[in-house]
């Protein structure tokens, strides 16, 4: 079975939080990890994996923090997958590296699950931060109904 690594999967629901807010909105780690759920250090270490790649641009400081380096419908999946995994393939030939496999140049399939991986990254590459974030989710009723006493308007 082929699977993404939990990483990869926790990196793309990060993005999509930046997705759902407005362009140039930024978050820090400790407030990001708490919206979606994640362990602090688990999200810490997928967003600075996510701004070295280039897709976060990151602030330091009291007001710093995280925000997408790019618009939403900018960022594809495999560039994601690529940051947080590495080149995507099927096998590791067929995602470049031949190191590792004994039999590489005597492969009778080697083509066929390079044309595989292909197909699996021009997919990734054509799905978009945007398309997968959609609409920002409303909270529960209950959330709402705090937050509109707070404001005054319930």
């Not at 079975?1 to 780690?29: H, P």
């Not at 641009?57 to 495999?78: E, F, H, T």
């Not at 009778?108 to 989710?137: E, F, H, N």
Request: glycine share 10%; hydrophobic share 40%; net charge positive.
């Amino acid at each position: 079975m082929f699977r993404m690594t939990r990483q990869a999967d926790y990196g793309i629901v990060l993005l999509a939080c930046f997705a759902q807010r407005e362009e140039g909105d930024s978050l820090n780690a400790r407030d990001l990890a708490a919206e979606v759920h994640l362990p602090v250090p688990m999200a810490s270490k997928i967003l600075k994996a996510l701004a070295r790649a280039g897709l976060l641009a990151s602030q330091r400081g009291v007001n710093g923090g995280y925000r997408l380096a790019r618009r939403p419908d900018q960022i594809s999946l495999a560039e994601i997958i690529n940051a947080l995994e590495g080149p995507i393939g099927i096998t590791d030939c067929s995602s470049g590296d031949h190191s590792s496999c004994n039999i590489a140049a005597l492969c009778a399939v080697r083509g066929k699950w390079q044309s595989i991986s292909g197909a699996m990254r021009d997919a990734l590459g054509s799905i978009s931060l945007a398309s997968m974030a959609g609409p920002r989710p409303l909270p529960p009723a209950r959330e709402r109904g705090k937050r509109a006493r707070k404001e005054g308007t319930s």
